[in-house]
């Protein structure tokens, strides 16, 4: 078992920034993928970034590239997300997410990762 927790959402206006950190526990050895996703109502949940801890460059979606990395810690047991030059089209929730027992990233669909965080609000507005 894995669990997951974000933290860091907030409110900020366009242009400005936020850090999101996901805290892993349990078997965090096993844990060799980890993503972020986000949700806006009315839409349907997509990935933003994902990260394979075994190696490998991280991927991003084409709306956050260069805006966003997606990071981790030494050992696996913290991620993050830093986003910049928010917009307010990134306004949604949030989630971090693995696959376990996956060797790599399983891709962007999110029904391919069985363990998620809570979720963190991020509100930009304009």
């Known amino acids: 078992q894995v669990h997951l927790v974000e933290s860091g959402g907030g409110s900020v206006q366009a242009g400005g920034s936020l850090k999101l950190s996901c805290s892993v526990s349990?078997?965090?050895?096993?844990?060799?993928?980890m993503a972020w996703f986000r949700q806006a109502p009315g839409k349907e949940r997509e990935g933003v970034a994902r990260?394979?801890?075994?190696?490998?460059?991280?991927v991003y979606a084409d709306s956050v590239k260069g805006r966003f990395t997606i990071s981790q810690d030494n050992t696996k047991n913290t991620f993050y997300l830093q986003m910049n030059s928010l917009k307010p089209e990134d306004t949604a929730m949030y989630y971090c997410?693995?696959?376990?027992?996956?060797?790599?990233?399983?891709?962007?669909?999110?029904?391919?990762?069985?363990?998620w965080g809570q979720g963190t609000q991020v509100t930009v507005s304009s």
């Open positions: 990260i394979s801890t075994r190696g490998g460059s991280p």
């Open positions: 997410a693995t696959a376990l027992p996956a060797r790599w990233c399983p891709g962007p669909l999110p029904e391919r990762y069985n363990y």
């Open positions: 349990g078997y965090t050895s096993s844990t060799n993928c």
